[in-house]
């Protein structure tokens, strides 16, 4: 008989860390073997002036099964047996931002990514110094290149224009307004095109990929909302916590101590929990209970300097296996989506970590893009800053400055199984 998941003390803030999920096969079913190449998607096309910094030649051989982490420092607690949560000091210092200030989110988006461009911002001290800061109520709203943050008191959340990584992988694309919506277009090489569509808050409305026949692929569709006119507040979606009825170590699955096989089992497997409808990127986003019922791989085996998002090549080379899992999850079904989340240790300010986290998901996601051939329209990313510690200290740790990669497409879509 499994155990209930316990509810981190005071609820789930937006942000909050997942829960468990059985396996995608069935007892004494294997997956197919990988792939050697990656999935059948439209070539991608090269940014210009060749690699970006942390791209690699060809994949290497992943890490061996079996290695082992560092132990836990003294004094913290032991990981969270099945069917329980990890302890609730493991979630961090800071939740996600509070829901009495968050209505003035929207004012924070129309002001993302392409204003403020990231050029010549390559450690935190860079984007630092060109922040700009306002206050709107209760809210502060910091824009700095290629994001914004809105922070209501000690919490805070992070945004970004959902084209510019686009961009920043050197794809040409042209924007139009159309009504209240701005409809980015980027064209592949074999004439297939990737048409993002958001509105005049910044926010996705629907991306797809179009192909040359006519034929269209829908990767996150918003436009089903039950509340056009949703708030912050509106999409912090609460469910009752599901029951986790396996090992903790095979619902958030490290990295570095994982072979090929249980990764791609990892971010294949069905919801642990029924999924009531469906949800918008962002509920998925900031909705703790609903990434609660997704499997997830914590990619320990990219880890970062104090300060920096730089994936140094070595690390690059790494990504090599998860990049392989994805592309077979792609074979299978090519509107699969998949959320990069960036992590940080303890040290520093929220706002300061947040913008780190965000920037860390979004170099693993280029990574995966530019040197595995990932297509960037199945990723997508967010940044939670240091909520969600793996070592439980508050001073500088590597092992806490991370990401982590779940497959959402059950929660965007409404689907309880595979398919």
Do not use: C
């Not at 299978?332 to 947040?354: I, M, Q, Y």
């Amino acid at each position: 008989m499994t155990q209930p998941l316990v509810p981190p003390p005071g609820g789930r803030a937006p942000g909050a860390p997942p829960a468990g999920q059985p396996p995608s096969a069935t007892p004494g079913q294997v997956p197919a073997p990988l792939p050697a190449q990656p999935p059948a998607a439209a070539p991608l096309a090269p940014p210009p002036g060749g690699r970006a910094p942390g791209a690699v030649p060809p994949p290497v051989a992943p890490p061996q099964p079996g290695q082992t982490l560092a132990p836990p420092p003294a004094g913290q607690p032991p990981a969270a047996g099945p069917g329980q949560l990890p302890p609730p000091d493991r979630q961090g210092r800071r939740g996600g931002i509070g829901l009495g200030g968050a209505a003035a989110i929207g004012l924070g988006v129309g002001v993302l990514g392409g204003i403020m461009a990231t050029q010549g911002a390559t450690r935190l001290d860079d984007v630092r110094g060109r922040r700009e800061e306002r206050r709107e109520g209760d809210v502060t709203i910091i824009r700095e290149p290629g994001r914004t943050i809105i922070r209501d008191d000690d919490r805070a959340i992070i945004r970004r224009d959902e084209t510019e990584r686009f961009r920043d992988l050197g794809w040409q694309g042209r924007t139009e307004r159309r009504g209240d919506e701005n409809v980015t277009v980027f064209e592949r090489p074999d004439g297939s095109r990737i048409i993002t569509v958001t509105d005049e808050d910044g926010r996705l409305i629907r991306r797809t990929r179009r192909m040359r026949d006519g034929d269209e692929i829908v990767m996150i569709d918003n436009t089903r909302r039950d509340r056009p006119d949703m708030r912050f507040s509106d999409e912090v979606v609460v469910l009752p916590p599901p029951p986790l009825p396996i090992p903790r170590e095979r619902y958030i699955v490290d990295a570095e101590q994982a072979d090929q096989r249980l990764i791609y089992e990892t971010i294949t497997a069905p919801p642990i929990a029924a999924i009531p409808r469906r949800y918008t990127l962002d509920e998925v986003r900031y909705s703790p209970d609903l990434r609660a019922r997704m499997r997830s791989v914590d990619i320990d085996t990219v880890t970062f300097e104090t300060g920096s998002w730089e994936v140094t090549p070595n690390q690059a080379q790494r990504l090599s296996v998860i990049a392989a899992s994805i592309s077979q999850a792609l074979q299978r079904a090519p509107n699969e989506v998949f959320l990069v989340e960036g992590h940080t240790d303890a040290v520093g300010s929220d706002v300061d970590n947040l913008s780190l986290s965000d920037r860390r998901a979004q170099s693993v996601a280029e990574i995966l893009t530019r040197d595995f051939q990932v297509p960037p329209e199945n990723l997508t990313t967010q940044g939670y800053g240091e909520q969600y510690l793996k070592v439980q200290t508050q001073e500088a740790a590597r092992e806490n400055r991370r990401v982590t990669l779940r497959r959402i497409t059950p929660l965007l879509a409404g689907q309880n199984q595979p398919q």
